[in-house]
């Protein structure tokens, strides 16, 4: 390939049933602050006039460039990008969501300061937010592994591969895809195993560094009936429970001594939304810990906050007035009680529900 003729940054965008808002997806595109990009079309045999909406935009902009193909779904459609993408760096983008003006400035700006960490931003899913946020300047921090994998389970943004910028040469020499057997309403999953194998080489053993974006350079669309995560969720709504994961060996102190490590590190607990966000998920993983030692017999410690990263998170929930339940089955050391919850919650019974009910009762002002 010429250098010279190289995009800086390949956008990728499958196209299904899209057409009342992909107008809006590709004007997004042209808007960017950032003009050296290439913007691939897949169109994913659409039974809709979006392939004919991909012509018009690229006949009027030779950036875009329009790949028709018999609907394969989502990750055929990404992989086709894939083979076609030229650019240095490689970004996502759904055919009803809409990139920020400054999304591919500000995060190229950072990988070109910090080449070994991967860049993640924040999106947003109100459209008065999103213009908000897009008028702001540039807020980007550096996260270790343990920093970005808290922020990943608090604000949602670990799955998405349209929130973070990719390294193509990395991709291509590895000849990274996503896999076709998922990316299917029946067989989801396609992202997370496309995340975890693109982390596992562009960081090849060493230890995960991220720069992260508070502000929302991405607005998702949850309103698109058409969109393949709308109609996955809402399937996913009206399945049954499926109950219980199964008891993990070990689990109890692997998670504590993870737990305690997060604790001790006061400036992730400075952000009300992101602390409580925290404490939840960790209450949530030691209430696991705690079912799966009692299922397999491992031993525990009585009463519970005798463990130290216990002791700490119920002090953190007291504080941020966070997870009124577990917190009042933790501290009365209610072990066996803590393994129904979890049961219970797990099949979406009402006895869950109304202990919780009972508990915020009793802790008004808790969330």
């Known amino acids: 390939m010429n250098q010279s003729d190289r ?20 004007a997004a595109v042209t808007a960017q ?10 169109e994913d045999g659409s039974p809709d006039n979006s392939g004919a909406i ?3 935009w690229a006949a009027r902009d030779s950036r875009f460039r329009v790949i028709h193909q018999p609907n394969g779904g989502i990750s055929r459609a990404r992989n086709t990008g894939l083979d076609a993408a030229r650019g240095r760096y490689i970004a996502f983008c759904d055919n009803d969501d809409a990139m920020g003006p400054h999304e591919l400035e500000y995060v190229v700006e950072q990988v070109r300061l910090h080449p070994q960490r991967v860049p993640v931003w924040q999106y947003a899913i109100d459209w008065a937010a999103f213009e908000q946020a897009s008028a702001l300047p540039s807020s980007p921090r550096l996260c270790d ?3 970005m994998m808290l922020l ?7 799955m998405q591969p349209w929130n973070k910028l990719f390294d193509g040469d990395v991709i291509r020499r590895e000849h990274l895809r996503f896999n076709e057997e998922l990316g299917r309403l029946e067989k989801m999953g396609e992202d997370k195993d496309f995340l975890d194998r693109y982390y596992r080489s562009f960081f090849g053993g060493r230890p995960g560094g991220y720069v992260f974006f508070e502000q929302a350079l991405y607005y998702n669309e949850r309103a698109n009936d058409n969109s393949q995560a709308t109609r ?9 429970a499926e109950g219980p994961e199964p008891p993990q060996p070990g689990y109890w102190n692997v998670i ?11 400036a992730l607990f400075a952000n009300e939304q992101t602390a409580r966000e925290t404490i939840a998920h960790y209450m949530a993983t030691l209430t696991f810990g705690v079912y799966s030692a009692r299922a397999l017999g491992e031993p525990l410690p009585c009463p519970l906050r005798r463990e130290p990263a216990v002791s700490l998170l119920l002090e953190l929930g007291r504080q941020h007035k966070t997870e009124p339940l577990t917190w009042l089955l933790m501290r009365w050391n209610r072990q066996a009680l803590l393994a129904r919850v979890y049961e219970a919650k797990s099949w979406r019974k009402a006895f869950y529900y109304r202990l919780d009910k009972l508990a915020h009762l009793m802790l008004p002002g808790w969330k």
């Open 256 to 266: 504590c001594r993870e737990c305690r490590d997060i604790c001790s590190r006061p």
């Open 152 to 158: 990943f389970t608090s604000r949602g943004i670990e």
């Open 7 to 26: 995009p800086l940054v390949s956008v990728i965008i499958p196209v299904w049933g899209a057409e009342k808002l992909l107008p809006r997806c590709l």
């Open 54 to 56: 991909c012509d018009e």
């Open 33 to 42: 602050t950032l003009t050296d990009w290439e913007c691939i079309l897949v």
């Open 145 to 147: 592994a343990v920093e």
């Open 232 to 240: 996955f969720n809402r399937q996913r709504a009206a399945a049954p």
